[in-house]
């Protein structure tokens, strides 16, 4: 019996009706597998993931694979999504035995839950090298069957590596000028300087890395580190990866130049960018990045927001192409003809020149990803934007990629501090609206009676998975960004409640962190894991907003807590700079102060919009007038008018600067 009809999960929906006698991960499957004597096989997805509809429809909707499967083993099914530290366990053992990851992940496991083989696809048929999945299975059944202390072993002998894998501590010390250096360097070194972006294909927007390296520019005026950043940014705007019709970022490019994307498109990626570019305008006053950050704003909120006013996790990379099969980029991708179809030919042979679409094609079957190759010389602006609109018309006429509505805490917590910070940047109060909407849907849902955070929701109802840390960490971060553009002391309290729990759940000895609480679902190990990958990893979530909050309310626990927990960042920056970016950003902020900025004054007003343009890294803002202001924020205690004019206050390193009421002096203080 199929046991997924009733889960929340899109992806184990999607799953629902398979022939395979699914169970979602519960002790009951567990029980059941330990009765029956049988080995039980993890499959982690998501449901945005082309290679798992691949492997779903090759061999969990085949009748005979599904029979052996239910005959020989308990099948778990589980959304990474939902429980990132169930996959963060396997995920870490399936690279330790394989060398490398990916979803799907498959795992064979002891009844314990201990795993002693592994994989991610597998396909029908044994080809390059690899068996078919039918082998795989038959020969865990053989192994299970006749070597079965030998399996035991190995899954113990695993077990215990992975416990030896855990990190005493966070490190020794905050990293400083030479751990920063280093870092640079490492990234100089990755660097690709024809195409933008660091190492080879596949090629990952590196939005936590230009973080890094715009906030070092503002600290240090490195025009090297601004170079490899606006670049990199240019590239990507230009390429395939981005949207050149509806706006927003694919999930990474395939190849070193960004031409062909991998087509899904994620919340945590188009937050994330979307925050990075309004940055590199905030930096550099570039039109390219304003466009990028307006767009990539408005995909969200038109393609992704749901009726509760929160953000859907993700667009799928596949959809139905004009022949009714199910393929990757087929909403995406065109051909001159199919442009001749909707433009004429004057305007088609316009538009593939622009476009970079070519008669034999950048994708498959002779079909192109759009892309701005930069080679056509000066355009007509109208004519671009009335080719681009019919474009797009046309497309929405297409069949739609599915998507999946379920919202993720973290994810939101991402696209409020892009929204709230975007809106604020270019007087876009309907961003700033879209930002305050998914908060509340946060506090409401999310939080609701239990006063801990839960991982998803879905149809304004809370999942029944606890948040991990980077729920935390990055909720905190999107309150502390909304409590800044708002000037709503409310937004600034709700985050210090959240990093509280940090400090009573989620903190170990000697400044480490967990991503899992005290009280979590006890795995064969806890996970822990610093590094940042597509989103900042949890420990380094929870250090920006710690610090963050510490500046804001002059908390010495939070400040503490943050420096510890930063160690691990001196360890790791100058060896792997490109996964902890955002780890070295919160360095940055730490090595500037961060700087406090008060403005006594009308939220709003000249002051104030010139405290969220400054360039200093980490700077916390605060706004308010009236006798009411202190309470709301403890950084406007105490801070009087000048004059009667609204006022500013800028202070770090517990030194203050006099106050001013001249927005240019302000901006000179923050580096604006």
Known sequence: ?????????????QHADNPVDWWPWSPEAFAEARERGVPVLLSVGYSSCHWCHVMAHESFEDETVATYLNAHFVPVKVDREERPDIDAVYMEAVQAATGHGGWPMTVFLTPDAEPFYFGTYFPPEARHGSPSFQQVLEGVVAAWTDRREEVAEVAERIVADLAGRSLVHGGDGVPGESEIAQALLGLTREYDEQHGGFGGAPKFPPSMVVEFLLRHYARTGSEGALQMAADTCSAMARGGIYDQLGGGFARYSVDREWVVPHFEKMLYDNALLCRVYAHLWRTTGSDEARRIALETADFMVRELRTAEGGFASALDADSEDADGRHVEGAYYVWTPAQLREVLGEDDAAFAAAYFGVTEKGTFEEGASVLRLPGDTGPVDAARVADVRGRLLAAREERPRPGLDDKVVAAWNGLAIAALAETGAYFDRPDLVERATEAADLLVRVHL?????????SKDGQAGDNAGVLEDYGDVAEGFLTLAAVTGEGAWLEFAGFLLDIVLEQ?????????????????????????????????WTAAVGALLSYAAYTGSEAHRSAAEGALGVVKALGPRVPRFVGWGLAVAEALLDGPREVAVAGPVGGELHRTALLGRAPGAVVAAGEGPGAGAEFPLLVDRPLVGGEPTAYVCRHFVCDAPTTDAGELAAKLGG
């Open 506 to 538: 989620f903190t170990g000895e000697g400044g480490q962190l967990y991503d899992t609480a005290h009280d979590a679902e006890q795995l064969i190990r806890r996970p822990q894991d610093p590094t940042d990958s597509a989103t900042p990893s949890g």
């Open 1 to 13: 019996m199929n046991r997924l009809a009733d889960e929340t999960s899109p992806y184990l929906l």
């Open 448 to 456: 609701g009676e239990v006063a801990r955070l839960a991982r998803t």
